[in-house]
């Protein structure tokens, strides 16, 4: 049905995959495992006709349709002006004027900022109405085909991205990583209908970490530094390589950077009773929580119960943020402070965060924007401004890959990025909302036992964002949890 014979594959004149020889016969699920950097989203994009060979043959069965599930981050490919909308998903007005679901699966999508909905002419609908229902049914969002893009959490927005897919009928499925980001109750569920999937005859071929592989999944294909290390037929008996990080050193130089000048507070953060409402609903309700200075929390709760709505209030990135009470480095909220006054003392990071950036931009760039807090590089650096990027670089094994532009990394390359971009400012408040997503387990050890150090030996004041435990630094000694937009 597939076959690769010697295939490599490469992009910017980087040789990413080599020597590829691999089957997938009639019937076999497969997953793609392999360290951040293996190649696994590359030839994920190989199987769908995304990426084309440098050298060696690839055969497909012409009467087979492959469809590759769209990763979250090309939803604006999908949903076209309506990217928009998914984009500024904080923005109360957009939540009122965005498309549904039902408008997006049905590729009948108005403009942004149509006013008179008459004057615009929209294609027919892609396909029959129970059809539609019959697919939202068996991806458990029937329910939300009214829906606002802007209102889905990140699980809902996965299942309607492989609604998006099933709907044209595949015989096969390609998936990248589809469990990144999710709680442990997407996960669950995600896994349920994967697993039907093979009973309705669909392929499944999908690059995930061991700890979500589906039970559908009767071959794993393993990769590393962008070769096939090993095959496995079920029953799997895989090893992982679990690194050691007990003797992890800070690189020379980083205690060097000169102290934030911005620290003199007692209370990072102070909120009382915050609410935010879309459409009536209210996805904050009435949170009290109050960070002082040097205090490490985790913010916890299942997808879609308000963390990334509270840190927006935060950042200032959501306008009914003016409307609630509270307090930020002592100074109550809406006291004459720019947002650039409040951004300059936070390090952030967010699953949407590359969103807007550039993807053609050099690494380099994208970490040294973070020390103007912008969404790319428009200033010339200063010679110690450079050493600094290049420090934090160092910090987080970037510096081989300082040159190389965002595209060209693979996703948990890109994440390591912008973990750099948000440290580089020494800033007192660190928000890291899911800061480990697309790290494979070692780079994920890594960086949680650094960013304890880092924590521990610069005294920062800490809010991290994680559906897993293990993924918690030692300094987290404080908890909030969230559920349907409660402090519980």
């Given at each position: ?61 012409k009467d087979k349709r492959i469809e590759l599930v769209p990763r979250d981050y090309s939803f604006h490919k999908i949903v076209g002006a309506a990217y928009q909308y998914y984009q500024q998903r904080y923005n109360s007005y957009d939540s009122e004027i965005g498309p549904t679901v039902e408008e997006i699966l049905q590729g009948r999508v ?146 060097s950077i000169a102290g934030n000048k911005n620290e003199d507070f007692e209370t990072a953060i102070k909120f009382n009773k915050a609410t935010v409402t879309y459409s009536g609903k209210r996805v904050l309700d009435s949170v009290d929580w109050e ?198």
């Open positions: 049905m597939l076959s690769f014979d010697h295939v490599s594959i490469s992009k910017n004149d980087h040789l990413i995959l080599s020597e590829i020889n691999w089957q997938v016969a009639r019937g076999e699920n497969w997953a793609i495992i392999g360290e951040s950097g293996s190649g696994k989203s590359t030839l994920i994009d190989t199987i769908a006709g995304k990426v084309f060979p440098l050298k060696g043959k690839i055969s497909r069965d108005k403009p942004i900022w149509t006013v008179n909905e008459n004057s615009v002419e929209l294609a027919p609908p892609l396909y029959e109405n129970d059809w539609v229902i019959e697919v939202s049914r068996h991806l458990r969002i029937d329910h939300l085909l009214q829906r606002k893009i802007t209102s889905l959490s990140n699980g809902e927005t996965r299942r309607t991205l492989l609604t998006i897919s099933l709907l044209k009928k595949p015989d096969i499925l390609v998936l990248d990583n589809p469990f990144t980001g999710l709680d442990k109750e997407s996960r669950r569920l995600l896994k349920e209908i994967l697993d039907e999937f093979s009973t309705k005859g669909i392929q499944v071929i999908i690059a995930l970490n061991m700890q979500d592989l589906p039970d559908s999944i009767d071959h794993i294909l393993e990769l590393e530094e962008g070769k096939i290390k090993a095959s496995h037929i079920k029953p799997f008996r895989i090893e992982e390589n679990k690194s050691n990080v007990s003797g992890l050193k800070i690189p020379e130089g980083f205690h960070v002082k200075k040097g205090e490490r929390w985790a913010l916890m709760g299942p997808n879609g119960s308000g963390k990334s709505t509270l840190l927006s209030l935060i950042t200032g990135d959501n306008p009914q943020c003016y409307q609630n009470d509270f307090v930020l480095f002592d100074r109550k909220r809406g006291t004459g402070e720019s947002i650039w006054d409040i951004k300059k003392k936070i390090g952030f990071i967010s699953p949407e965060l590359h969103l807007y950036f550039n993807r053609t931009i050099e690494v380099w760039k994208v970490v040294a924007s973070g020390l103007f807090d912008s969404a790319g590089l428009f200033k010339k650096l200063t010679d110690e401004q450079m050493d600094t990027v290049k420090t934090y670089m160092e910090l987080i094994n970037l510096r081989k890959f300082e040159n190389r532009r965002l595209i060209h990394l693979s996703s948990g390359q890109q994440r390591q990025v912008f973990l750099a971009r948000a440290l580089v400012k020494n800033p007192p408040l660190l928000l890291l909302d899911e800061p480990c997503q697309g790290l494979d387990y070692n780079q994920m050890v890594y960086f949680r036992e650094l960013l304890n150090q880092i924590i521990l030996g610069l005294n920062k004041t800490l809010v991290y964002v994680t559906h897993y435990e293990d993924e918690i630094p030692a300094c987290v000694t404080r908890r909030i949890n969230l559920s349907e937009g409660k402090s519980i």
